[in-house]
């Protein structure tokens, strides 16, 4: 049996969950999909994960368990409903997102992701919804990206000044050591653009900014 606290925070939650379908629903999507798709997704959702938006396809014909796109504040997530209830779900975290496009068509949109896990898509999106999931995917993509520049600055930075042991004799010059640790910088530096962890352009950039000590 539920205590008073217990029943007043769940009817706290269940509050704010209704709140978020019906904002959603603003968006001409189907309140009822909506809500069977947010209970399937907050069984698999992981500890301190909310849904931030949810984009539902709307097909001209046979509409009743539409897939969907679902954004947390940590991962892409696509639903596809399938016979007797089943649920096959494909996500990625934000970080393997490498590229996000939307195609807006006469009557409806796609999405589509480039990932680390590969490309995936959703079409039959009404278009609105479609747009608003853009703009997340969009403004995560821009996030992410500054992560792995400032990351790849700073392992940059590290890799370029950090202490370099070897047998070489004691008379070695302070340009000598300032080459290898040159040297060493240049080859973490292409191994984070072959990792993708860098763009081509920050490559040569940082390359350059290295071989101007030599």
Not at 17 to 38: C, M, P, S, W
Request: glycine fraction near 6%; charged fraction near 30%; hydrophobic fraction near 40%.
């Amino acid at each position: 049996m539920r205590c008073p606290e217990q029943e007043s925070r769940m009817e706290i939650l269940e509050n704010r969950i209704n709140e978020f379908i019906d904002k959603l629903t603003l968006d001409n999507q189907n309140g009822v999909a909506l809500r069977r798709t947010y209970n399937k997704i907050s069984k698999v959702l992981t500890s301190n994960e909310k849904v931030e938006y949810i984009a539902l396809q709307k097909k001209l014909f046979f509409n009743i368990f539409p897939d969907a796109i679902v954004l947390t504040n940590r991962r892409i997530i696509i639903m596809h409903f399938g016979v007797f209830g089943t649920v096959d779900l494909w996500d990625v975290i934000w970080r393997e997102l490498a590229d996000a496009k939307l195609y807006l068509g006469i009557f409806r949109a796609k999405i589509h992701l480039s990932t680390s896990k590969g490309n995936k898509e959703i079409d039959w999106l009404l278009k609105e919804p479609a747009s608003k999931a853009y703009g997340i995917l969009q403004e995560q993509e821009e996030r992410t990206a500054e992560e792995r520049r400032q990351r790849s600055i700073e392992e940059t930075r590290a890799a370029a000044g950090g202490v370099v042991i070897n047998s070489s004799p004691v008379g070695q010059t302070e340009a000598g050591a300032t080459n290898q640790n040159s040297v060493a910088a240049l080859k973490q530096l292409k191994e984070m653009l072959d990792a993708g962890l860098i763009t081509q352009g920050e490559f040569e950039a940082k390359r350059q900014a290295i071989l101007s000590r030599f």
